[in-house]
């Protein structure tokens, strides 16, 4: 089984069998994971203690350099999704997965409130082994404690070539907060973040 990845970008990027950028020293860690609409998942993490870098992005389907309008045909298999390069001194894989989960319905297949297909799906794409484990053990424990009423659907698959999404879509709440899904979707969810993870926000 292999855990190689590969960012197709101008500027590819592989990571090794931890997830960790070559070019960060092994000083980071990288997770990759959907929740719907990357806009509200990215906004969430960008405000994480120990993040270092948020990127929205595609992943998990079959069609190479997808664009957005491809993606909203929902037909290329892939997923809406981050990349997210964190510090596990600061804070663990198995932290930021319990912030994911915190912040979006699991249990919906394949939608997020009024966000409809496969590219809204819940999925964690792997980046080793371990993280494989901690999700795996994370769903476990989230099923048995019974927080929502149907059970997780949420994927776990290995990692795959990850493509950033256009330009416009990065930092998206940032740049535009007052459009209307964000003032509808993203700043509520994020409000809701902040008063649940007060200790997991940057200073």
């Known amino acids: 089984m292999s855990y190689l990845v590969t960012t197709n970008t101008t500027n590819t990027t592989n990571t090794n069998s931890t997830g960790s950028a070559n070019s960060a ?3 980071t860690e990288i997770a990759t994971f959907g929740g719907g609409c990357f806009w509200c998942t990215e906004a969430v993490f960008d405000e994480v203690v120990g993040v270092t870098d948020v990127v929205s992005g595609y992943t998990g389907g079959q069609l190479a350099n997808p664009s957005y309008d491809d993606i909203c045909e929902g037909t290329t298999g892939h997923a809406e999704v981050i990349r997210v390069t964190f510090d596990p001194a600061v804070i663990t894989y198995a932290e930021i997965l319990e912030i994911f989960f915190a912040t979006h ?22 980046h080793s082994p371990e993280q494989r484990q901690i999700a795996a053990n994370t769903i476990a ?45 993203v700043s509520p969810k994020l409000s809701k973040f902040r008063l649940k993870f007060v200790s997991k926000l940057k200073r």
């Not at 149907?150 to 459009?179: C, G, M, W």
Request: aromatic content about 12%; proline content about 6%; glycine content about 4%.
């Open 25 to 27: 020293a092994k000083t």
């Open 105 to 126: 319905d699991p249990t919906t297949l394949n939608k997020q409130g009024a966000d409809r297909g496969t590219q809204y799906r819940s999925a964690i794409f792997v």
């Open 141 to 185: 424990k989230l099923n048995a404690e019974k927080l929502w009423s149907s059970p997780i659907v949420t994927e776990v698959t290995d990692a795959l070539v990850f493509y950033p999404a256009e330009e416009y879509h990065q930092e998206f709440f940032k740049r535009n907060p007052n459009q209307g899904y964000c003032m509808a979707v």
